[in-house]
């Protein structure tokens, strides 16, 4: 299970991340690329709980 919601929550701020990334303001747009690679980092979680079988 915990796979699962790694992944959904790395998707979202992945998405969040690149949707920030558009905006004029530089802070905003800093956040917005630390989002992203969060999201990235979750989903590897989920993938690495997945193979493991969430015995992590």
Not at 2 to 19: H, I, R, T
Not at 42 to 52: E, H, M, S
Request: charged share 30%.
């Amino acid at each position: 299970m915990g796979e699962l919601v790694d992944k959904v929550k790395g998707n979202l701020n992945e998405a969040a991340g690149k949707v920030k990334q558009q905006s004029d303001n530089p802070q905003t747009r800093d956040e917005g690329a630390g989002q992203e690679v969060k999201g990235k980092a979750q989903q590897f979680a989920g993938k690495v709980k997945g193979a493991l079988g969430d015995d992590i």
